[in-house]
């Protein structure tokens, strides 16, 4: 799976619909102050000429609240992990998608050192490391709980095995595969411990174990698995807050040993997929620019 960051918001305000006066939903103003605020934050101090035009911005954006774009509704409605990943498998291989950028260049180098063999990709979503696994000379099973996105990943690649599964009940052997993945997806439950136990059961001892996920300081930031619906509403899937600790607290507990950690930052060519930059020059390099995007485990099996 894939967890998209902040929507593209400024391509949004161009096309979305009018909706009632009467209903108030956060709008595209809102956002942008939001942004603002962090930039601030992170500018105190150190810059305060950045602090001062950030603060200007949000005064204009303030008394302009009324106006369009800044007025533009952005609607957005939280669903479950089967629901909206089914819903968003169709549009799900975009190549616009900042967490993908940051994550894939990581993980296809921790891959590419771990020799052809059998692999597991858990939670394959459509297909995405699987292919990449199969190109590598792997005998690839894929499992996902969403039906939507196995049709996809099994049009993808017809040489791998896919099934419907959950994360915490894997429908392989123990000590099966030499390698399991498992991207963009641990962000999505509640406790760690389950799943991380699972992925050690099916590696044999000496196996490795790759996982990528949404850093956590972009889980706090509000950052969820984000999809557009229809013209002017996004839906998305929560994305949990696991502190690194935690992490490794569910690492030990599965007799998984840190062989290294990695944490990707939002860079030029990440911001750059947001979309409303232009409308608000220096902002997103204030507000975001430099900070973890995402996190890249490898681990091995005792």
């Known amino acids: 799976m894939a967890a998209r960051t902040w929507p593209a918001y400024g391509v949004l305000t ?30 105190w101090g150190l810059h305060p000429e950045v602090v001062i035009a950030r603060a200007d911005s949000v005064a204009e954006v303030v008394g302009r609240r009324g106006e369009r774009p800044w007025s533009t509704p952005l609607v957005e409605r ?39 063999g059998t692999a597991l990709d858990a939670a394959c979503g459509t297909g995405r490391w699987a292919h990449y696994l199969a190109s590598r000379g792997h005998s690839v099973t894929g499992i996902d709980a969403t039906p939507e996105m196995l049709a996809e990943a099994r049009r993808k690649v017809p ?13 392989l052997a123990a000590d099966s595969v030499e390698l399991a993945v498992c991207t963009l997806a641990l962000t999505h439950v509640e406790e760690l411990a389950p799943p991380v136990q699972e992925l050690a059961r099916v590696v044999r001892p000496g196996g490795r174990v790759v996982i990528s996920d ?25 994305n949990h807050v696991h502190q690194l600790s935690e992490y490794l607290t569910a690492f030990r507990e599965a007799g998984l040993t840190v062989l290294q950690c990695r944490e990707p930052l939002w860079g030029d060519a990440e911001l750059a997929t947001l979309g409303f930059g232009d409308e608000r020059p220096g902002l997103l390099e204030a507000a975001v620019k430099g900070l973890p995007i995402v996190v890249v485990w490898e681990l091995e099996k005792g």
Do not use: K
């Open 14 to 43: 161009a096309t979305s619909s009018r909706r009632s006066s009467m209903t108030r939903e956060p709008t595209f103003g809102d956002f942008i102050i939001g942004f603002e605020g962090l930039a601030i934050v992170r500018s």
């Open 78 to 116: 939280e669903h479950g992990m089967q629901a909206g990943y089914g819903a968003w498998a169709p549009g799900y291989d975009r190549p616009d998608n900042p967490i993908v950028m940051a994550e894939e260049p990581v993980v296809r180098e921790v891959l590419d050192a771990c020799p052809a």
């Open 159 to 171: 040489e791998a095995r896919f099934e419907l599964a959950d994360l915490e009940a894997l429908p």
């Open 214 to 238: 949404v850093h956590p300081f972009m889980a706090m930031l509000g950052n969820h698995a984000r999809y557009p619906r229809r013209q002017g509403e996004f839906g998305f899937v929560r």
